[in-house]
């Protein structure tokens, strides 16, 4: 059973870097059966994908967060990572990592494994 | 950001069952598969459906899934106080070059 675990600051001063990292154990990051995503629930509301990525690099974003968003894979570690920019309040949220099987040919897209989640407060 | 619109709540007395639904476009439910995530309090998220109507292994059966046009809805049967979650729908939108869309969340209430 692939496990996943996010890790970072758990508090960003606004205007900064919000950068986090996702350890998968358990499983291999290179299975190219799966893509790797971000997903932040903000307090007390919905949830809002962020983005994925696949082990050769290849991403594809939330377009409201593309601007500032990037998230980047190190196979080495079996990791992968996000990176946000120029945060503010409004980007404190619970940001979770998956594992995601996406068939666009069949149009599936599912977040089968998540990590428990790192709560990120945007404060000075 | 929400496009995928589910009622805020919905409760039901242990045994009964309850139905969340949940209404989209042809750009993601009418076109894209549905799945259905369960947040128990103070947990992550967990697949509960996906591609519409299959249950991940280890998901009881008393939860099921179905879609119809632009729609879908969660089904709970024999309703038991552990299913008191937030559930949350979601699909492949291929609206702005594609994006992941899930709904706005309903929370289940045991009574």
């Known amino acids: 059973q692939v496990q996943l675990q996010e890790s970072g600051p758990g508090l960003v001063k606004p205007s900064q870097i919000l950068s986090l990292t996702c350890t998968v154990s358990h499983g291999s990051i290179s299975n190219g059966a799966y893509c790797w995503s971000w997903i932040r629930q903000h307090p007390g509301k919905g949830l809002e994908w962020i983005g994925y990525i696949y082990h050769t690099g290849s991403d594809h974003y939330n377009p409201s967060l593309k601007s500032r968003v990037s998230i980047s894979v190190d196979t080495s570690k079996n990791q992968f990572s996000l990176r946000l920019n120029a945060v503010t309040a409004a980007d404190t949220a619970m940001y979770y990592c998956?594992?995601?099987?996406?068939?666009?040919?069949?149009?599936?897209?599912?977040?089968?494994?998540w990590g428990q989640g790192t709560l990120v407060t945007v404060s000075s | 950001q929400s496009v995928l619109t589910q009622p805020p709540s919905a409760s039901g007395t242990p045994g009964q069952r309850v139905t969340i639904p949940c209404s989209g476009s042809n750009s993601n439910i009418g076109t894209n598969t549905v799945n259905w995530y369960q947040v128990l309090p103070g947990a992550a998220p967990k697949l509960l459906i996906y591609s519409d109507d299959q249950r991940p292994s280890g998901v009881p059966d008393r939860f099921s899934g179905s879609k119809s046009g632009t729609s879908a809805s969660l089904a709970i049967s024999g309703l038991q106080s552990e299913d008191e979650a937030d559930y949350f729908c979601a699909a492949w939108d291929d609206n702005l070059n594609g994006l992941y869309v899930f709904g706005t969340g309903t929370t289940v209430t045991v009574l």
């Open positions: 998956a594992r995601t099987y996406y068939d666009s040919v069949w149009g599936s897209f599912r977040l089968d494994s």
